[in-house]
């Protein structure tokens, strides 16, 4: 029986990057690609969603992989792989992500060239690989480059735990300290803070642990529990905004948050959201799709919404509808071009 819960959540968290994403062009935190007038509302949402909402997709991920093994070969498993995430990488750093930075170079570089020679720039100038003010970047697409990575790499080891029916059989309570793991594994090839040890943990304890039926019950019964907990430390990552500081103590306060959140968002997830109707069948479909084309839509629209001189919030309102619509408009064009499905991973149906 599918899980539908598992496909409710994956796409409930790929729409949370609208109104996360458009929060970062007003946030004091982190720098982006344009900036508007900074306010505490958009501190507020980065802060609240950074430390759960990436760790929930790997997550999902390893449960989904968990799933999709069981049905096919490993082979097949690499071909889809290949087909669903390398494919659309590569096609979003050709056709996507350079409009991104050429918006930054504009806005913080006072670029005036055209956009084809910035586009030649994009792939020849130094860069943080951030391309918050021009330059080479997978924007976000690294999450894309990250889950085809890590899913190669932990083939072998599903594969010889299939091999040894190696399953789960510790206490369900000993879920609880897992974020131990990742937490030392977030030191591991550590990229712009962006670690891929830590995001393999996720995505194998997805796999391993998450994706187990008594796991899911136990966080079904406990998910107030885990609700109140994650919601706890998620308030105290906003009121002392340790995003923005360093240190062990910090990480491991994000680590824990990120876990617990998590772990709420799953309970919750399968004792609400274990359904499908036309329009979570529409939105699991779309949802891949809106991932690739989102933030490159969402720039083109903030810097022109940038220059209006509308208050914050009609700003914020603007470019975050905006994105979102030009998002599905996308899809359906795309869905319907034979090129554009494969280039983009998009399913016909």
């Known amino acids: 029986m599918r899980k539908y819960f598992i496909d409710n959540v994956r796409w409930l968290a790929v729409l949370f990057l ?5 929060a970062r062009i007003f946030d004091s935190l982190m720098p982006f690609y344009i900036k508007g007038t900074e306010t505490e509302i958009a501190n507020t949402i980065v802060l609240a969603a950074t430390p759960w909402f990436m760790p929930l997709l790997f997550v999902v991920a390893g449960m989904s992989t968990r799933y999709a093994l069981q049905k096919r070969s490993n082979l097949a498993y690499v071909k889809e792989r290949f087909l669903k995430l390398f494919v659309p990488l590569l096609s979003g750093i050709l056709l996507l992500i350079p409009l991104q930075t050429y918006y930054a170079e504009i806005f913080h570089n006072g670029y005036t060239g055209s956009y084809w020679k910035q586009y030649i720039s994009f792939f020849t100038k130094e860069t943080d690989l951030t ?3 021009g330059g080479f970047t997978p924007g976000q697409l690294w999450f894309i480059c990250y889950l085809f990575v890590i899913s190669l790499i932990a083939l072998p080891i599903f ?3 299939r091999k ?7 206490a369900n309570i000993l879920v609880i300290p897992m974020c131990i793991l990742t937490f030392v594994l977030s030191y591991v090839l550590d990229i712009g803070g962006k ?9 194998v304890l997805g796999y391993f642990v998450l994706a187990e039926e008594k796991v899911q019950e136990f966080l079904d019964k406990y998910r107030m529990a885990f609700l109140a907990v994650g919601a706890g430390f998620t308030v105290y990552t906003v009121v002392f905004q340790t995003l923005a500081q360093s240190g062990v103590v910090a990480r491991a306060i994000s680590i824990v948050t990120s876990w617990m959140d998590v772990l709420a968002i799953l309970g919750l997830g399968r004792h609400y959201l274990n359904f499908q109707n036309k329009w979570t069948k529409y939105l699991s ?4 799709a809106c991932y690739l084309f989102h933030q490159s839509l969402l720039i083109f629209i903030g810097f022109y919404v940038l220059q209006s001189g509308l208050s914050f919030g009609v700003q914020y309102i603007i470019i975050l509808i905006g994105s979102f619509l030009g998002s599905i408009f996308l899809y359906e064009v795309c869905r319907r071009v034979p090129l554009f499905r494969f280039l983009f991973a998009i399913k016909k149906g």
């Open 131 to 133: 391309g918050y003010t």
């Open 159 to 161: 594969q010889f735990a």
């Open 18 to 22: 609208f109104p996360y994403h458009t």
């Open 285 to 288: 479909k779309a949802s891949f």
């Open 164 to 170: 040894k029916e190696v399953r789960w059989r510790g």
């Open 195 to 203: 670690s891929i040890g830590e995001y393999f943990s996720l995505f």
